[in-house]
């Protein structure tokens, strides 16, 4: 592919997609069954499982929106400016990654939400019903927790990322999961998550209504440009 390529649109129903080295303008991907997998991208990137995971290393995107419904996302040593990852059916793992001012928002329905930063940033997350919010850092941090919400500062603060799920947990730490020898029982979980991305910590299969959004089909950026409610939930 070019490398001054300004737009690529791929789907697959069944199988694997991997885009390697694609920095020169805007991606948008889908699988129906099967693996996204995604490494030094740039720009701005749209990414679509139904059933299966995202694995994204290596990367930096002005933005970035991804969603799945039974799959995990899972991201390795990115840096992003915009980014909406969510799930329903799986969970999310944003590991040794920065972060810039903007948009950072992570959400699962029924799965954990783990993010590490390796820069200053203000974390926010809000585990409902049994859930709890887990926070592991190496370097000073100031830690909040009331009414069902806990936030951390690291460093002098920074951008503003959100995580959320309604029926797992949300754990919050600094740089990777992978680099730490001991870990508590419960951040097992989402380590488990960044090694084996492919397996959902909660359904093995869909379930069997499945939302209109993953039947929706995908807008022409020829119609819309490039500021297509895409990006928008």
């Not at 701005?44 to 995990?72: C, E, H, K, M, Y």
């Not at 920065?98 to 799965?111: C, I, K, Q």
């Not at 954990?112 to 926070?135: C, I, P, R």
Request: glycine content about 14%.
């Amino acid at each position: 592919m070019p490398s001054n390529t300004a737009f690529i649109f791929a789907r697959t129903g069944n199988g694997r997609l991997d885009v390697r080295d694609y920095r020169g303008g805007t991606f948008v991907g889908f699988v129906g069954r099967g693996r996204m997998q995604l490494t030094n991208l740039g720009g701005t990137a749209f990414a679509q499982t139904a059933r299966g995971p995202t694995i994204v290393s290596d990367s930096s995107f002005d933005r970035f929106r991804g969603r799945s419904l039974t799959g995990n996302l899972t991201f390795e040593r990115c840096d992003v400016r915009q980014i909406e990852a969510t799930t329903i059916d799986g969970s999310i793992v944003y590991d040794g990654g920065s972060f810039e001012p903007g948009l950072a928002r992570f959400e699962s329905t029924r799965g954990n939400v783990a993010v590490g930063a390796t820069n200053d940033v203000q974390l926010g997350g809000h585990a409902a019903f049994d859930g709890h919010v887990y926070t592991s850092f190496a370097r000073p941090a100031r830690i909040d927790d009331r009414f069902g919400e806990t936030s951390a500062t690291l460093g002098a603060g920074g951008p503003v990322v959100t995580a959320m799920t309604e029926k797992g947990n949300v754990f919050f730490y600094d740089g990777s999961l992978r680099g730490r020898r001991q870990l508590p029982p419960a951040w097992k979980v989402p380590l488990g998550t960044l090694q084996r991305p492919g397996i959902s910590r909660t359904h093995s299969s869909a379930p069997a209504n499945e939302p209109p959004i993953f039947r929706r089909r995908f807008p022409d950026f020829r119609e819309t440009g490039r500021d297509s409610n895409v990006f928008r939930r």
